[in-house]
């Protein structure tokens, strides 16, 4: 069934939403969900922060991207949920399958006769392993304040007439340790897919959206990277043989009263719900 409302894709990829803090644009998101009918739609890691999880703060806007997802799959959509650092505990269900959703931690696609290899692309970062983690996740709560931080002086230089502007951003523009380290792990991904025969490796991870060929002794792929749902809201699509980087607009405040309905879940089979409910609440 195609809702002629909704651009159609073969493949969709999203990743870094961190579902479950301050700084995720959930209405953006579920706007995005709203205009596509894709028929892969890959969620390429940290889709729900694990590491800064709280009750308290998880607002419907953030159960609507869920809602959405689940409103694909109805649709026909199979999602991929492969697991990043952020949502790691789901890893113990690598390998799941259950109706439209199967749950892992690397995917393979061929397209059009190439060959796509998906991961998160955590396993390049030795910061989110072993007693690195726990700086790491201190690190992580920082960012989330520094988005915080710049949501709220962002509304005051809108409201005196000045542009917005990205902390986090300019920050990591201007280091130079941090642009050689996504130099650094944007050739590294590339070097392994070439090694293993791929045309296409996808990663997510550093929040970095990025569509570049790489060629290492005379070999080449073409590295892709979804970028995030925090600062620059970016997915990557393919149709007709091509994958291209898709920028979505800040302009959720605007939408916000029709995007957030009270979506019917009853259409969606009990034991899926039950099933991804236990999973979330045994990785907590």
């Known amino acids: 069934m195609q809702s002629p409302q909704r651009k159609t894709l073969e493949v969709c990829v999203l990743s870094d939403l961190h579902l479950g803090?301050?700084?995720?644009?959930?209405?953006?998101?579920?706007?995005y969900l709203k205009s596509i009918q894709p028929k892969i739609l890959v969620l390429n890691g940290d889709i729900i922060d694990i590491w800064q999880f709280r009750k308290k703060y998880f607002p419907a806007a953030h159960i609507q991207v869920i809602r959405e997802v689940f409103k694909?799959?109805?649709?026909?959509t199979h999602v991929y949920y492969i697991t990043g650092n952020h949502d790691e505990a789901l890893r113990k269900y690598s390998g799941t399958k259950l109706g439209n959703l199967t749950l892992d931690d690397k995917l393979v696609?061929?397209?059009?006769?190439?060959?796509?290899?998906?991961?998160?692309?955590?396993?390049?970062?030795?910061?989110?392993?072993?007693?690195?983690?726990?700086i790491a996740k201190l690190g992580g709560h920082g960012y989330d304040f520094l988005i915080w931080l710049n949501h709220v002086t962002n509304k005051l230089m809108t409201?005196?007439?000045?542009?917005?502007?990205?902390?986090?951003?300019?920050?990591k523009n201007s280091v130079k340790q941090a642009v050689k380290w996504i130099g650094d792990f944007e050739v590294t991904a590339a070097d392994l897919a070439i090694e293993n025969g791929f045309d296409?490796?996808?990663?997510?991870?550093?929040?970095?959206?990025?569509?570049?060929?790489i060629t290492q002794n005379g070999k080449s792929t073409t590295y892709l990277n979804s970028g995030d749902w925090l600062e620059n809201l970016t997915a990557l699509e393919y149709q007709k043989g091509q994958w291209e980087i898709y920028y979505h607009q800040l302009n959720?405040?605007?939408?916000?009263?029709?995007?957030?309905?009270?979506?019917?879940?009853?259409?969606?089979?009990?034991?899926?719900t039950e099933q991804v409910a236990f999973w979330i609440q045994s990785a907590l």
């Open 21 to 31: 803090t301050f700084g995720c644009h959930a209405l953006e998101i579920v706007d």
């Open 72 to 76: 694909l799959m109805e649709l026909g």
């Open 109 to 134: 696609l061929e397209l059009d006769g190439k060959k796509t290899w998906i991961f998160h692309g955590d396993i390049f970062d030795a910061t989110t392993r072993g007693s690195a983690k726990i």
């Open 159 to 171: 409201a005196l007439g000045y542009e917005k502007r990205s902390f986090s951003k300019k920050i």
């Open 200 to 213: 296409y490796v996808i990663c997510g991870h550093i929040h970095q959206p990025q569509k570049r060929i």
């Open 252 to 272: 959720a405040t605007q939408k916000s009263s029709s995007v957030i309905e009270n979506y019917n879940t009853s259409k969606v089979p009990d034991v899926l």
